[in-house]
């Protein structure tokens, strides 16, 4: 129904082609999001500890909001029956597709429990190319084409691919943070450059089917050397293979690094006051040993106060 929106694929459009379903709150569109809505538990959950940080009065609510507005999520998008978090809760009927960054959002923020987390990570669906944005795709789009897909459901965007890859890591599902990394890896080296969205079948640059003033539905391009498919490929190596865990008082290392990569090397990474050049051996997630400028540590940890050129030796077991 957000498609009848004058032909356009405009979504802000919407209220505009439609007064008499719009709400009177906020931009007037009438859905709400599965990601939207985590990323606004964890803001509030995040604002506690940023005015600690920055010597600014602590607001008592936000935590009473961020629990209401999780227990909320889990009443209205959560669906036993599926096993799934829905994709948009409205007054419509609601829409049960899966949302690859909504799941992502869950599981990094903790929005679910650990039945959930299982239950979501067993039944989110893969396609060859990697998770999709939104599954499966909407029909007016399948109907436009062979192989068509939507540019905003079926299609793989790397970000997401970022995001589902860490929350993977984060409920200890390395399989699919590696299943990730390689397929987008491989296109990233294919292409020379890392684009903006994929075919889930072919694995080919793709921008899927989307709605066009006086043209119909039609397809459209995938924008070239998009920086938040870099910087999401970025986050599975910094995050993922390499383990770094960006606390306030410092950083923490959990390398999980699968068997079909080899040995793994970062130099020049600069971080607060420090230069860091690290290296990782070994496969794996347990550490073996680990030394920071040839000193072994109590634990994986380098503090925040350290400065200048830092050497960090990981090997795993």
């Known amino acids: ?102 799941h992502s959002f869950a599981l990094l923020f903790g929005v679910v429990d650990k039945n959930q987390a299982e239950s979501v990570l067993q039944r989110q669906h893969r396609t060859s190319a990697g998770v999709p944005c939104v599954w499966p795709t909407f029909d007016r789009y399948a109907a436009s084409g062979k192989n068509a897909f939507g540019r905003h459901s079926g299609t793989v965007w790397p970000h997401v691919q970022g995001f589902w890859a860490g929350a993977a890591l984060a409920w200890d599902r390395p399989d699919l943070f590696e299943y990730e990394l390689q397929r987008l890896a491989r296109h990233a080296c294919r292409d020379s450059q890392f684009t903006e969205i994929y075919h889930p079948e072919t694995g080919l640059i793709y921008g899927g089917a989307q709605e066009d003033v006086g043209k119909g539905i039609r397809e459209w391009a995938s924008c070239r050397r998009q920086t938040w498919s870099a910087t999401a490929f970025l986050r599975m190596v910094l995050t993922g293979l390499c383990g770094m865990r960006f606390e306030t008082g410092g950083l923490r290392f959990k390398p999980c690094v699968p068997a079909t990569c080899g040995e793994l090397r970062l130099k020049g990474l600069a971080y607060r006051s420090m230069v860091l050049d690290i290296s990782i051996s070994g496969t794996g997630a347990e550490i073996a040993e680990i030394t920071l400028n040839g000193r072994r540590p109590e634990t994986a940890f380098l503090p925040a106060e350290t400065s200048g050129d830092v050497r960090v030796a990981i090997k795993l077991a």
């Open 1 to 102: 129904m957000y498609a009848e929106n004058g032909g356009t694929s405009g979504i802000l459009e919407w209220v505009g082609a439609n007064p008499e379903r719009a709400c009177k709150t906020g931009v007037g569109i009438p859905m709400h999001a599965l990601s939207t809505n985590c990323l606004y538990y964890h803001a509030y959950v995040l604002a506690d500890s940023m005015a600690r940080e920055l010597n600014l009065p602590v607001r008592e609510a936000d935590a009473g909001k961020a629990a209401a507005l999780k227990t909320a999520i889990n009443r209205h998008f959560w669906n036993p029956a599926t096993g799934c978090y829905r994709y948009l809760v409205d007054d419509f009927g609601n829409c049960e597709h899966q949302e690859g960054l909504g």
